[in-house]
């Protein structure tokens, strides 16, 4: 049963969506985009999701599909869903590890059906554990993480991010994981549980945060927008607004002391090393302040870009999209929707110049393509209309 129009890197993959909110739709986003046919599954009342459904964020997460309705509490719902199991490729889900097992979902189960069958699970604390059944949420797992720890100024409160960036993370290793297992599918044959979660994802992002606590006992403070470990790396304000800095290294310091026309700078003993710049992080933002208010952001970053410093300004959304390098990587893409009219999502971030990701087409109506879907895996219209009767799909 193959995508009526297979395209893309990913165009003989089939992949079953039963995802909902963010961090499943952003690992599904990444197959469709390049190419997957992903069959997205709902229940026949949408969950309420009608406002929803035509708003920013939902357009943004589920183009590239194709919608079937099915209530997977019936029998004749699941035996459909295992009729197309049998022939996908991968399925995605983040339930709370306990619901799958209820309509059977579960890996070892559609195992039975399909070997070659990848499941990808993500949930908020693991499929197993003290924490496995807690409902997984965003800002919960920023916190638990530690990222809200190290995230906003010295005296203020822990802060989270402005964005979802454990929901996406965690969407995002999902999609990996699901990669890494097609590719070692073609060796063995045999599909796998791919599993991530919130707060393993959180956790990774850390990164080198995380690696000083384990590997020196350092636990990491907030330090605003101050690198924590080299500096000047910082925000500082201009005559007009502020202006991001990241002078790294003895060179680059060098670079921006002249640059700033601040040579003095350079033979204080305060600031003579990365380390005691940063521990002497308060008086030298104090002097660098004194110097970027002098001009505008413009005139900062035009004259640093020259001087070989790392630098940029700090935009508002709008700002970004009006950015001449944001244009050039047209991070934003026009699809056509059937009654919204021409909208505009993000793009997809990762380039392949022979086989590029594709935004085909807008987020699909409820059960937009029920009865297509149902027509390719070899049931009648007469069963089909049955179906309906019912209230299955």
């Known amino acids: 049963m193959k995508a009526p129009a297979a395209?893309?890197?990913?165009?003989?993959?089939?992949?079953l969506d039963l995802s909902r909110v963010r961090s499943g739709p952003t690992c599904v986003k990444q197959l469709a985009d390049f190419?997957?046919?992903?069959?997205?599954?709902?229940?026949?009342?949408?969950?309420g999701d009608g406002a929803l459904r035509e708003g920013p964020d939902f357009?943004?997460?589920?183009?590239?599909?194709?919608?079937l309705t099915l209530n997977l509490k019936a029998p004749a719902g699941r035996e459909i869903f295992m009729r197309l199991v049998a022939k996908a490729d991968v399925v995605v889900e983040n339930y709370r590890p306990d619901v799958k097992h209820r309509p059977g979902l579960d890996y070892e189960s559609l195992r039975a059906v399909n070997p070659r069958i990848i499941l990808a699970s993500i949930s908020g604390f693991g499929q197993d554990g003290p924490y496995a059944e807690r409902p997984g949420f965003d800002q919960i797992a920023q916190g638990m993480s530690g990222l809200m720890?190290?995230?906003?100024?010295?005296?203020?409160?822990?802060?989270?991010?402005?964005?979802?960036i454990a929901d996406v993370t965690a969407g995002l290793h999902a999609a990996l994981g699901v990669l890494t297992a097609l590719h070692e599918r073609e060796r063995s044959g045999q599909g796998q549980w791919v599993q991530s979660s919130l707060l393993m994802s959180g956790i990774a992002l850390l990164d080198f945060q995380a690696a000083r606590y384990l590997m020196k006992g350092e636990v990491p403070q907030r330090s605003g927008n101050d690198h924590p470990t080299s500096m000047p790396t910082s925000a500082y304000p201009s005559a007009d607004g502020y202006v991001n800095i990241g002078a790294y290294g003895?060179?680059?310091w060098a670079r921006l002391c002249q640059a700033l026309e601040r040579p003095e700078l350079l033979q204080d003993p305060r600031f003579a090393t990365d380390p005691l710049r940063v521990r002497h992080r308060a008086e030298l933002n104090s002097e660098l302040a004194d110097s970027f208010r002098q001009h505008s952001s413009a005139h900062w970053i035009s004259r640093l870009n020259q001087a070989g410093v790392p630098c940029g300004p700090i935009y508002a959304m709008d700002q970004v999209f009006a950015d001449p390098q944001v244009q050039h990587l047209e991070a934003a893409q026009t699809l056509e929707h059937p009654q919204l009219g021409a909208i505009q999502v993000i793009n997809q971030a990762a380039t392949l110049k022979r086989t590029p990701a594709q935004l085909r087409s807008a987020t699909p109506a409820l059960g937009e393509h029920s009865q297509e879907v149902l027509l390719q895996a070899g049931y009648s219209a007469d069963e089909i209309e049955l179906f309906q009767r019912e209230g299955v799909i």
């Open 59 to 67: 357009q943004n997460l589920h183009r590239n599909k194709r919608s």
């Open 7 to 15: 395209m893309g890197a990913l165009g003989d993959i089939r992949v």
């Open 149 to 164: 720890s190290v995230t906003g100024f010295a005296d203020q409160p822990p802060l989270r991010s402005g964005a979802a």
């Open 250 to 252: 003895q060179a680059i």
């Open 35 to 47: 190419g997957a046919d992903v069959i997205k599954i709902e229940t026949p009342s949408g969950d």
